[in-house]
């Protein structure tokens, strides 16, 4: 084995093993000095029914804060998905469903949703709602694969990494850049004003999304990304052409994918409290946060 696979297996195991030990970063200001909704609160429902490894009151909390900084508000989901469930309200998050109750199960990677469910979100999107869909690397890609599909979208299913484009001694911590071209325009990456442009955004080990045709990469892989199903080893793909983020109309709705879910988290990790998401200095997370939910509640055209 070369030095750079050893590099890649290991960064890969270390980021994996220390799932369990990640926790929301109670140091987070989730503060918005200047909230972008003072009145009409969108109503915004986080999904908690679906075995999800993130909650509002888990390791997502940072970002259910952040955004209730920001004039939303939320309600956590405790009910399979139908037509009644959804109606009152304007976004639907899913972060890192799965089919069984630990992400180690063996049915883990099992379909999180029913077919009556993924149809109940589809329609709900197509008739005006938001949905922001979040499948972390294997098994979150194939428990979430069944909603996907109904909006057309691929998910890879296993491990992504790119020694060129990732943080140094890490490939599987990706860099989206203005300065490597793989952060695109979109109104999420420009935002409102030069003070909401997002310049870079860092992900912590994901899948790769194929998004249907006239879908946005928020976030393109680079020809040099890879992925791979065992990340002990096993046979590597190309992704060079597909995302960690896209965004498209759906109808009358709004959807944004993404293959990674700790880019909008604020966690620590393991002994050495490795940060995780919007607290790690240097990179936009936490304004691309804001900017996501910005534009599908249709702040940003």
Same mark, same amino acid.
């Given at each position: 084995?070369?030095?750079?696979?050893?590099?890649?297996?290991?960064?890969?195991?270390?980021?994996?093993?220390?799932?369990?030990?990640?926790?929301?970063?109670?140091?987070?200001?989730?503060?918005?000095?200047?909230?972008?909704?003072?009145?009409?609160?969108?109503?915004?429902?986080?999904?908690?029914?679906?075995?999800?490894?993130?909650?509002?009151?888990?390791?997502?909390?940072?970002?259910?804060?952040?955004?209730?900084?920001?004039?939303?508000?939320?309600?956590?989901?405790?009910?399979?998905?139908?037509?009644?469930?959804?109606?009152?309200?304007?976004?639907?998050?899913?972060?890192?469903?799965?089919?069984?109750?630990?992400?180690?199960?063996?049915?883990?990677?099992?379909?999180?949703?029913?077919?009556?469910?993924?149809?109940?979100?589809?329609?709900?999107?197509?008739?005006?709602?938001?949905?922001?869909?979040?499948?972390?690397?294997?098994?979150? #890609?194939? $428990? +979430?694969?069944?909603? @996907?599909?109904?909006?057309?979208? *691929?998910?890879? /299913?296993?491990?992504?990494?790119?020694?060129?484009?990732?943080?140094?001694?890490?490939?599987?911590?990706?860099?989206?850049?203005?300065?490597?071209?793989?952060?695109?325009?979109?109104?999420?990456?420009?935002?409102?004003?030069?003070?909401?442009?997002?310049?870079?955004?860092?992900?912590?080990?994901?899948?790769?999304?194929?998004?249907?045709?006239?879908?946005?990469?928020?976030?393109?892989?680079?020809?040099?990304?890879?992925?791979?199903?065992?990340?002990?080893?096993?046979?590597?793909?190309?992704?060079?052409?597909?995302?960690?983020?896209?965004?498209?109309?759906?109808?009358?709705?709004?959807?944004?994918?993404? #293959?990674? $879910? +700790?880019?909008?988290? @604020?966690?620590?990790?393991?002994? *050495?409290?490795? /940060?995780?998401?919007?607290?790690?200095?240097?990179?936009?997370?936490?304004?691309?946060?804001?900017?996501?939910?910005?534009?599908?509640?249709?702040?940003?055209?």
């Amino acid at each position: 084995m070369t030095n750079t696979l050893v590099t890649i297996f290991l960064a890969v195991v270390l980021s994996v093993t220390t799932f369990a030990q990640q926790m929301a970063d109670p140091n987070f200001n989730p503060h918005v000095e200047h909230p972008a909704y003072t009145k009409n609160f969108p109503r915004v429902l986080f999904d908690e029914a679906h075995n999800n490894f993130h909650t509002t009151t888990g390791r997502y909390k940072p970002f259910v804060d952040l955004m209730f900084s920001d004039g939303y508000q939320i309600a956590a989901n405790r009910q399979p998905f139908s037509k009644e469930s959804l109606q009152s309200y304007k976004i639907l998050i899913i972060a890192n469903a799965i089919g069984a109750e630990e992400m180690d199960d063996e049915d883990a990677d099992k379909p999180a949703f029913t077919e009556k469910e993924c149809d109940a979100v589809r329609d709900w999107v197509s008739n005006g709602g938001a949905l922001l869909l979040i499948a972390d690397h294997a098994p979150f #890609g194939s $428990a +979430a694969q069944i909603l @996907a599909k109904r909006f057309d979208v *691929e998910m890879s /299913k296993g491990f992504v990494f790119d020694v060129e484009h990732s943080v140094p001694d890490n490939p599987s911590l990706l860099i989206f850049s203005r300065e490597n071209k793989l952060l695109l325009d979109h109104p999420i990456t420009l935002g409102r004003n030069d003070s909401e442009r997002i310049n870079r955004v860092q992900t912590f080990t994901g899948q790769a999304l194929k998004g249907p045709q006239g879908a946005t990469q928020l976030m393109a892989l680079a020809a040099t990304a890879k992925d791979q199903a065992d990340p002990m080893g096993g046979e590597k793909k190309s992704v060079a052409g597909q995302a960690q983020g896209l965004a498209f109309k759906f109808s009358k709705g709004r959807v944004v994918m993404l #293959g990674e $879910a +700790a880019m909008l988290s @604020a966690q620590v990790a393991g002994p *050495e409290n490795f /940060k995780m998401g919007m607290n790690v200095p240097g990179n936009d997370n936490r304004q691309f946060a804001l900017n996501i939910m910005h534009w599908l509640s249709g702040l940003l055209k």
